[in-house]
């Protein structure tokens, strides 16, 4: 078993070194991780200029690049054989509902997704690291039943661990993406030169936590397992736009 790990929080975060621990003894382990803090950097490849890797002195591989560049690098350049599966976190916060299409987190795992190897992100619920090492148990639970007992390809699981003590995680729960509010507004401040820059603003609260959601399960204080998809295709809409599918007009 070969797992290659990244995440989005950089190579010395601690939610890296605890899944790498956590880890441990599952398989052989690769580990290449962003130089820095890419939270939020979603899907994004650094293509307008190159890449450099080297290796840090606990171990990792870091790239001055996204989580994408990371494991994008290390499947197509820097592994010598492709690897049974990717993981990545643990993230310092929770990547639920909407949070998908913007973490560096997921998109770590959808690299591996899209190259067909099985994928797993993996999310603390609250910032701090508080109970992380809770979190790595889970987190190795999780991947011990992929290896014992695997998902039918394609796999990118999406999952999101309250920040509690092990005994106090109320099992594992399938769940769906619930949805969020929009964002707070952007916070606006001066530089000390006098200019107006802008802060992107906190997330909004849920909107859709029902139960079945992420959100619910993990305030209910159990890990939330999603399973996720890159297919964008609005499928009920096919049918409709065909009406536009006419010649275009030589006129205009």
């Known amino acids: 078993m070969r797992i290659l790990v990244s995440n989005d929080d950089g190579y010395t975060a601690p939610g890296l070194e605890a899944l790498v621990q956590a880890l441990q003894g599952l398989g052989e382990l690769t580990v290449v991780a962003p130089e820095t803090n890419h939270s939020g950097a979603s899907n994004s490849l650094t293509l307008n200029r190159p890449l450099t890797v080297r290796t840090a002195a ?32 643990i993230n310092n916060g929770a990547n639920m509902g909407d949070d998908t299409l913007y973490s560096g987190t997921v998109a770590a795992a959808a690299e591996g997704y899209l190259f067909g190897i099985p994928s797993i992100a993996f999310s603390l619920a609250e910032k701090g690291w508080a109970h992380l090492e809770a979190a790595a148990r889970a987190a190795r639970q999780v991947v011990e039943r992929q290896i014992a007992q695997p998902l039918a390809a394609p796999v990118l699981l999406n999952v999101n661990i309250p920040s509690r003590p092990f005994d106090a995680l109320q099992g594992l729960q399938v769940t769906r993406l619930g949805k969020r509010h929009p964002s707070e507004p952007v916070v ?14 906190p997330v909004g609260l849920a909107a859709d936590a ?43």
Do not use: K
Not at 76 to 85: C, E, F, K, N, Q
Not at 189 to 200: E, K, L, Q, R
Not at 230 to 252: F, I, K, V, Y
């Open 58 to 89: 606990n171990g990792f591989v870091c790239v001055n690049g996204t989580p994408s560049d990371c494991v994008h690098v290390a499947l197509t350049g820097l592994m010598d054989a492709r690897p049974d599966l990717v993981v990545s976190g």
């Open 188 to 201: 606006r401040t001066t530089t000390p030169y006098g200019d107006t820059v802008y802060w992107i603003g």
């Open 210 to 252: 029902a139960p079945g959601t992420d959100f619910h399960a993990v305030a209910q204080g159990s890990v939330s397992v999603t399973p996720l998809r890159l297919d964008l295709t609005q499928h009920s809409q096919l049918d409709e736009l065909r009406q536009w599918a006419e010649p275009l007009c030589a006129s205009q």
